[in-house]
């Protein structure tokens, strides 16, 4: 497709259980944005990927949660251990652009996770 | 540090009417400012930024953003709304002295259009 693509659409896991979520940038996309969007609040900023090279994890809550890229197309978000605190939309963006600062990031349709 | 702030969380308009969806933000630096509008079960959507130049943005579906320096501020407006503008739009700001600095999104304003 077109756009960005992100699975699974939805995730319930038990608390303690290990999570992956899957972004498809858009082809050709150089940078890549992870957000997490807690119920009724704006996207938080987790982490940032240039290509393959992950350029900014401070947003990322914990050492449970980690981000990758490997090639520079898909990125996979992995929670271990969940918790219910972590229950949230998970929205990926990419951009053609390298940075931030153009500001126009293409959304995916984002991972709603339920921790129980 | 860079904050924005939406202080409605809803904002109510009669269709053919005005809107106007308030944004203040707080940055260091020159600030860069978006917003962004997401409909039910579907991904934010860009709508319109500013960098520099004009202090008035045009943007997507007849939206338009004005950056006032003075007041920190960078409200988003619609001559006349339509029900289909009903959705949550977020504002967002970059701002710093790096390329490096993140953006951050506000809260959100719910917008209802009613016919």
């Known amino acids: 497709g077109a756009g960005v693509s992100q699975s699974p659409r939805y995730k319930v896991a038990k608390r303690g259980q290990d999570v992956a979520l899957r972004c498809d940038p858009i082809?050709?996309?150089?940078?890549l944005f992870w957000y997490q969007q807690a119920l009724g609040q704006g996207p938080e900023f987790l982490t940032y990927?240039?290509?393959?090279?992950?350029?900014?994890k401070s947003g990322l809550p914990s050492d449970r949660f980690f981000a990758e890229r490997p090639e520079g197309s898909v990125s996979t978000l992995k929670i271990q251990r969940t918790q219910q605190e972590d229950s949230a939309v998970y929205l990926c963006?990419?951009?053609?652009?390298?940075?931030?600062?153009?500001?126009?990031?293409?959304f995916g349709e984002g991972s709603r996770l339920t921790v129980l | 540090a860079q904050s924005v702030a939406q202080p409605e969380d809803q904002v109510n308009v009669a269709e053919g009417n005005p809107l106007t969806v308030k944004c203040t933000y707080s940055?260091?630096?020159?600030?860069?400012l978006f917003w962004y509008v997401q409909y039910p079960n579907r991904g934010l959507q860009f709508l319109l930024k500013?960098?520099?130049?004009?202090?008035l943005v045009k943007g997507s579906y007849g939206f338009e953003a004005e950056f006032n320096k003075s007041q920190t501020s960078f409200h988003l407006k619609k001559p006349s709304a339509l029900v289909s503008d009903s959705a949550l739009y977020f504002c967002a700001v970059r701002g710093g002295y790096s390329s490096a600095s993140k953006i951050i999104f506000g809260s959100g304003t719910r917008l209802s259009i009613r016919p």
């Open positions: 940055v260091s630096g020159n600030p860069y």
């Open positions: 990927f240039q290509n393959e090279a992950q350029l900014d």
């Open positions: 082809s050709g996309h150089v940078s």
């Open positions: 500013y960098i520099t130049g004009d202090n």
């Open positions: 963006a990419s951009s053609s652009r390298v940075g931030q600062s153009t500001g126009e990031l293409f």
